[in-house]
């Protein structure tokens, strides 16, 4: 799905991405955690080829519209720039599907209703996007990225903002997708969301990979403390792992 | 649903106002007989004024129109902003320019269609610029910026051309040349501008998927697969050419390409794709509208088509500001 091989981006003379290999396949759910500043965004444009980037990225080596098919990217900086109704916004997802002055099919149709239907955003589909609230203007923004139907999802933190009940939803989903054959890479900073849904954390520290692996394997104590400064409550309970950071470390 | 009606409203009104433009004027000829004459050539002076003046300022009127509506939906697209018009790249005042200096120098005068010419190569002269200055890879705000900078060196050197006037009446009839207008035109401007102007049409045409996915921002289009450099490529020769044509054959003719894609947008549901041809419609129809009110309003004054249409697309903008900040948004 992705692969990265001693992928580096330059900001002037300093590494913003430093040397990272990596390797994401299909069935991943794949948290990228990081302080801010960490790199996770310019990883991610990086690897889409929208930056300028040394080392190799199987997703920047495509033409652009072949990689439209292949992954889809949801920015962090929520744009919707004109007062269109949110389906007309969710099927901007198919654009790199539609073949150049093609009409659209029944496929592109059932890929935007099957979007909606996911972010509970049926009874929205004829709203004005932009009145809408912050955090459904995000789910609306997610469910545009679903209705691109690539194998991989590239999100920048798309929970941000939500209300809870929408950030598990939303995190149930991209957990969904990976478990039918997509593959995710999600940005995130809320650890406990991330420990519990996502089947794999990659751990960011100014630019470099220090961690990659499991949840449990990846939020130890030792990490917790030189990465983000901050003690943590790590328990697996019945209704599955349960993770809150408590206290920073000066 | 709305859009199912709009279009078809919008070209039958073109079709009213086109034809409505054949039969207002100064010679007042009846319509039975002015019509009679265009299509069979009876009428020997009828025939000379319908063939020759009031067709081709008619014609005119409609391709700069459309030239104006259509440039201004692309550009306010791929801006995202309501408040861009064609002229932001510097175009218009570019185009303005090499006019003037043509007026000035007096070969306006000594050679056949020098006016035009020199406003079409003074077109071509900013786009070079701006593609120079805002470099392969910029963004929408480097385009603005190389804009505004074209725009001011070219209204600077307007001004310098006024006020090296040879002669007062040079000056003046600059001036009113500077007003924008499609009377006294000749079949000659219609053929000079329209290859210009259908090629400016055709690349700006293709933008609308673009346009579209652009309304999520820069970095989600690229990811859906738009090349953003070639379509800011696209974007700035289609205007130039199409608005550099329309400058250079008639003057500067305002608001046209502000005004008539925001009043156009919330009846295509806001979808920049959908806008690109109703502003096209929209904006024929009001420079037709624009050119037969000069000659109904003021026979005897030659009021000039740019005063007419800042005149009242100013209030209009004004309104839509008024209503835009009433809905809160």
Redesign the interface.
């Known amino acids: 799905m992705l692969r990265l091989d001693a992928f580096s981006v330059y900001r002037g003379p300093c590494p913003v991405v430093d040397d990272v290999t990596c390797e994401v396949a299909r069935g991943e759910c794949v948290g990228l955690i990081g302080p801010n500043g960490a790199g996770k965004t310019t990883l991610m444009?990086g690897a889409?080829g929208?930056l300028p980037a040394a080392g190799e990225s199987s997703l920047a080596r495509l033409a652009?519209?072949?990689?439209?098919?292949a992954?889809?990217?949801?920015?962090q900086?929520r744009?919707?720039?004109?007062?269109?109704?949110v389906e007309?916004?969710v099927r901007?997802?198919r654009?790199?599907h539609?073949p150049p002055g093609g009409r659209w099919g029944a496929a592109d149709r059932a890929a935007v209703d099957h979007a909606l239907a996911r972010m509970g955003l049926d009874a929205f589909r004829d709203r004005t996007a932009?009145q809408l609230s912050g955090g459904e203007q995000a789910r609306a923004?997610i469910a545009?990225a679903l209705a691109?139907e690539a194998p991989l999802l590239l999100a920048d933190e798309p929970i941000a903002g939500l209300d809870p009940a929408h950030q598990i939803m939303t995190m149930e989903v991209f957990a969904e997708l990976a478990a039918e054959g997509h593959a995710v890479v999600v940005s995130i900073h809320d650890l406990g969301l991330a420990a519990r849904h996502c089947t794999r954390l990659m751990m960011l520290e100014r630019g470099r990979l220090v961690a990659d692996g499991p949840p449990g394997e990846v939020l130890t104590p030792e990490n917790l403390a030189r990465v983000f400064h901050v003690r943590a409550h790590y328990a697996d309970t019945p209704a599955g792992p349960v993770f809150q950071p408590t206290e920073t470390i000066r | 649903m709305t859009a199912r009606v709009l279009l078809p409203g919008l070209g039958l009104l073109v079709a009213v106002l086109f034809l409505a433009a054949l039969l207002v004027g100064p010679a007042g000829i009846g319509p039975g007989e002015s019509l009679a004459a265009l299509l069979t050539g009876r009428g020997e002076a009828v025939t000379l004024v319908m063939r020759e003046i009031r067709l081709p300022r008619a014609l005119l009127a409609a391709m700069i129109g459309a030239s104006l509506g259509l440039s201004g939906a692309a550009m306010q697209g791929y801006l995202?902003n309501p408040l861009a018009e064609p002229g932001l790249i510097g175009v218009t005042g570019s185009a303005a320019l090499g006019a003037v200096i043509a007026l000035q120098t007096g070969l306006a005068g000594a050679v056949a269609l020098a006016l035009p010419l020199a406003g079409l190569a003074g077109a071509g002269a900013a786009v070079a610029l701006i593609l120079l200055l805002a470099g392969p890879r910029g963004s929408a705000f480097t385009l603005i910026l190389a804009g505004i900078a074209i725009s001011a060196l070219a209204g600077a050197l307007t001004s310098l051309a006024l006020n090296l006037s040879p002669n007062p009446f040079a000056a003046m009839e600059t001036m009113f040349w500077m007003l924008g207008s499609v009377a006294d035109r000749s079949f000659r401007h219609v053929w000079l501008a329209l290859p210009f102007m259908a090629l400016g049409w055709a690349a700006l045409a293709t933008l609308g998927?673009g346009l579209?996915?652009?309304?999520?921002?820069e970095?989600?289009a690229?990811?859906?697969?738009?090349?953003l450099a070639r379509m800011r490529l696209l974007l700035v020769c289609g205007t130039a050419a199409s608005v550099g044509a329309a400058t250079a054959v008639a003057g500067a003719i305002g608001f046209v390409g502000l005004v008539v894609p925001h009043l156009l947008?919330?009846l295509v549901?806001?979808?920049?794709s959908r806008l690109l041809f109703a502003s096209a419609l929209g904006g024929a129809a009001m420079v037709l509208a624009a050119d037969i009110a000069v000659r109904v309003v003021v026979p005897e004054r030659d009021l000039k088509l740019g005063v007419l249409t800042a005149l009242v697309g100013a209030p209009l903008f004004l309104h839509l500001i008024y209503k835009t900040r009433r809905e809160g948004?």
């Not at chain 1, 992954?71 to 920015?75: E, I, L, Q, T």
């Not at chain 1, 744009?79 to 109704?85: K, R």
């Not at chain 2, 549901?269 to 920049?272: F, L, M, V």
């Open positions: 444009r889409l929208l652009p519209a072949e990689r439209a098919r992954a889809a990217w949801m920015p900086r744009e919707i720039n004109w007062p269109v109704s007309t916004l901007l997802g654009t790199p539609l932009t923004l545009r691109q | 995202r998927r579209d996915a652009l309304t999520l921002g970095d989600a690229a990811a859906l697969g738009i090349r947008r919330p549901g806001a979808q920049p948004v």
